[in-house]
């Protein structure tokens, strides 16, 4: 029977995913899934230069540092970016690794004594989650992370709801979105800093790793999915709670990390929809080329029989057996493919000798007008 706190524990873990695959979507779509990555690891230097000027690692201050952090982060990676001397991917690896090893440096030097715990920040516990709980008046209201994560989500809903027009607008065709007035950087930052509150957000409860598990893999798999954007927000959100809740009970067989789980099953789901989806999956690609192969080597065979029907050498232009020489088929290609080609009704064939029905010579005379 499941306890209370594993039931926690799995809520907690959803309420992280759907906040970040909100926000994670419109990154993915603005080709910006790395600035995830960035600005998950440059908050930190937000928090501790927060520290430093309220000598508390429970001022609301810290997720404000953290947030203005996250902004500058995005500020200075399209500076680069502007100069057109460094490229986009670049830039961010240029920007993220100086910003996040000068928060080291000085949890390290001036914070030592401080339980600012750069690996936990990282890796985060969700184990520990529902051991913090709300207590007012003497009732217990349930773990901090229900809010603090909660809110998040709702922030983020909120956001996506009041300008989901603007985000759309702004994300597929910015310029057309400042001729008609949407002001798509104001919109750019404002998501920047969303995605930097989601991420400081949720180090406590799970750790920046699986933030970015959670802000890139559900929305690259609902990407591979549909082509319709409230979809993609829906499935998103879906996938990140499978993953979330799957990743927790993987946890629980192997007795291994529930966070690093999680993001096991991101990656799993992710790559189990990049296998199978039915439009673009690698699976449905790989038929889709064979398909064309088939029609277009029927559209071949037809060609090739209409063309010498006519003539006198055509018992031994038409024979299977020198499809091979002619059209540079294999044997057991060119026999598959007059299999399929007599079960549609294209060709017949009598002793090895190969005639065009009245179906394939239509086929073959509408290529030949085409």
């Not at 993220?96 to 090893?101: C, G, Q, Y």
């Not at 088929?329 to 549609?344: C, D, H, L, N, Y």
Request: overall charge negative; proline content about 2%.
């Amino acid at each position: 029977m499941m306890s209370l706190a594993q039931l926690e524990i799995q809520i907690i873990a959803s309420l992280v995913a759907v906040a970040c695959s909100l926000v994670g979507v419109f990154l993915i779509l603005r080709r910006m899934a790395m600035m995830s990555d960035a600005i998950s690891h440059t908050v930190l230097l937000g928090i501790v230069l927060a520290f430093f000027v309220t000598k508390s690692i429970t001022s609301p201050l810290l997720l404000i540092g953290a947030a203005l952090m996250g902004v500058l982060t995005v500020s200075l990676v399209e500076l680069l970016n502007r100069t057109q001397l460094v490229r986009e991917d670049t830039s961010i690896g240029l920007v993220f690794p100086a910003l996040f090893s000068i928060a080291v440096i000085l949890i390290s030097r001036f914070a030592g004594d401080v339980h600012i715990d750069n690996d936990a920040v990282l890796l985060g516990e969700l184990a520990f989650a529902p051991f913090n709980r709300v207590k007012l008046f003497g009732l217990d209201f349930g773990p901090e992370a229900y809010y603090s994560s909660g809110g998040i989500l709702i922030l983020n809903l909120l956001f996506v709801i009041l300008f989901y027009k603007e985000l759309k607008l702004a994300t597929f065709d910015s310029a057309l979105a400042a001729t008609l007035g949407f002001a798509p950087t104001l919109i750019h930052y404002a998501l920047m800093t969303l995605v930097s509150l989601t991420a400081v957000g949720s180090f406590n409860a799970v750790g920046s790793i699986l933030v970015v598990a959670f802000m890139v893999a559900p929305p690259s798999a609902a990407y591979l999915l549909t082509d319709k954007l409230s979809r993609m927000i829906l499935y998103s959100a879906l996938i990140g709670i499978f993953s979330a809740v799957s990743g927790y009970w993987l946890a629980n067989i192997l007795d291994a990390s529930i966070a690093g789980s999680m993001a096991t099953m991101t990656g799993a789901s992710f790559l189990t929809v990049y296998l199978f989806a039915p439009e673009r999956g690698l699976f449905a690609q790989a038929k889709r080329r064979q398909n064309q192969r088939i029609e277009f080597a029927l559209t071949m065979l037809t060609m090739h029989i209409a063309n010498h029907t006519a003539a006198q050498e055509a018992e031994l232009e038409n024979e299977v057996v020198h499809l091979n020489e002619h059209l540079k088929w294999s044997p057991q290609f060119a026999m598959q493919i007059v299999g399929i080609a007599e079960r549609m009704d294209l060709i017949q064939q009598k002793e090895g000798l190969l005639t065009l029905t009245e179906h394939g010579l239509k086929r073959a005379n509408q290529e030949f007008n085409a």
